[in-house]
């Protein structure tokens, strides 16, 4: 049996019909409303899956990790930034 949230649900809408006018609350809202209706249970929520690796040596490992951040702009003006970090121990 597949789950999909409610996000994944209206995605899923706008694909099949662009000219839809729903928002995603309104497709939020619905959804909720069918799981309390008919005692549906939501989706797990998936956690990250992290396993600690042995240390290596200086030279031989990197972290890269990856982000976003809402900023302003020089207009004042929100902005989502997006960044990849990368980090290379050495001594």
Avoid: C, W
């Avoid at 609350?25 to 990250?48: A, C, D, E, G, S």
Wanted: glycine fraction near 4%.
């Amino acid at each position: 049996q597949q789950d999909f949230s409610a996000a994944q649900i209206h995605d899923r809408l706008l694909e099949l019909e662009p000219d839809l006018l729903v928002t995603e609350r309104t497709t939020f809202n619905f959804v909720q409303y069918i799981r309390q209706k008919y005692n549906l249970p939501k989706p797990p929520i998936n956690r990250r899956v992290y396993e600690s690796v042995p240390e290596l040596p200086y030279g031989k490992q990197a972290q890269v990790d990856f982000g976003e951040f809402t900023m302003q702009n020089s207009e004042g003006k929100n902005q989502k930034v997006y960044f990849i970090f990368l980090f290379t121990p050495f001594p």
